[in-house]
């Protein structure tokens, strides 16, 4: 039985049915540009058509990675080499005129992606049930993009490393200016030949 939901809850619940739909299409997208890929090197293909479909779909997928990141906000799970693999994937020609290694590195990556794709749509599609189920759900700030993360160390690690500096500072200065020190650097000058 589905919960009543007040207005705020059902905006919630659009939203999640928005985002769950943006994923989708990218994964859909994503697939396409496999296929795509994958069609190429088959005899009797038009090259050229394949050509003009593979840069279109890479067009689409930078377009909807950009506005996907920002509108996932902190469910963005997608992996990071997605739009490497896109960038890097030049055209076809160029593609399947590299070794069969690299061919099979980029499907290995390409699938790496899809899984993650998988991943956050499931995530996203969970939170959309649970929201459904009159959960209350945290979407973040809309329109201020993924979640900001520190790319310096929280206050704890700081704090952590802090301590381990003067742990050591304390044993190094015990080593060297005290004579139980001295012992323990004579041992290990011995051992290491010194």
Same mark, same amino acid.
């Given at each position: 039985?589905?919960?009543?939901?007040?207005?705020?809850?059902?905006?919630?619940?659009?939203?999640?049915?928005?985002?769950?739909?943006?994923?989708?299409?990218?994964?859909?997208?994503?697939?396409?540009?496999?296929?795509?890929?994958?069609?190429?090197?088959?005899?009797?293909?038009?090259?050229?058509?394949?050509?003009?479909?593979?840069?279109?779909?890479?067009?689409?997928?930078?377009?909807?990675?950009? *506005?996907?990141?920002? &509108?996932? %906000?902190? $469910?963005?799970?997608?992996?990071?080499?997605?739009?490497? +693999? !896109?960038?890097? =994937?030049?055209?076809?020609?160029?593609?399947?005129?590299?070794?069969?290694?690299?061919?099979?590195?980029?499907?290995?990556?390409?699938?790496?992606?899809?899984?993650?794709?998988?991943?956050?749509?499931?995530?996203?599609?969970?939170?959309?049930?649970?929201?459904?189920?009159?959960?209350?759900?945290?979407?973040?700030?809309?329109?201020?993009?993924? *979640?900001?993360?520190? &790319?310096? %160390?929280? $206050?704890?690690?700081?704090?952590?490393?802090?301590?381990? +500096? !003067?742990?050591? =500072?304390?044993?190094?200065?015990?080593?060297?200016?005290?004579?139980?020190?001295?012992?323990?650097?004579?041992?290990?000058?011995?051992?290491?030949?010194?």
């Amino acid at each position: 039985m589905a919960a009543t939901l007040n207005k705020k809850q059902q905006k919630v619940v659009d939203e999640l049915d928005r985002r769950v739909s943006m994923v989708r299409e990218f994964m859909n997208d994503w697939l396409l540009f496999n296929q795509i890929l994958s069609a190429y090197p088959a005899p009797g293909v038009n090259k050229a058509q394949l050509e003009n479909q593979f840069l279109k779909i890479k067009s689409k997928l930078a377009r909807e990675h950009n *506005v996907l990141k920002e &509108s996932l %906000m902190q $469910d963005y799970k997608i992996d990071g080499n997605t739009m490497q +693999i !896109v960038a890097g =994937a030049t055209n076809l020609e160029s593609i399947y005129s590299q070794s069969d290694i690299a061919v099979t590195k980029l499907q290995g990556e390409w699938h790496r992606s899809f899984i993650s794709i998988n991943e956050t749509l499931g995530q996203v599609e969970d939170k959309k049930a649970r929201a459904e189920a009159g959960e209350k759900i945290n979407l973040g700030q809309p329109g201020h993009g993924p *979640v900001a993360t520190n &790319s310096g %160390m929280s $206050d704890t690690a700081k704090r952590n490393m802090v301590i381990a +500096i !003067v742990v050591i =500072a304390g044993i190094v200065g015990l080593m060297m200016f005290t004579p139980l020190g001295k012992t323990y650097m004579d041992s290990f000058n011995d051992l290491m030949g010194r």
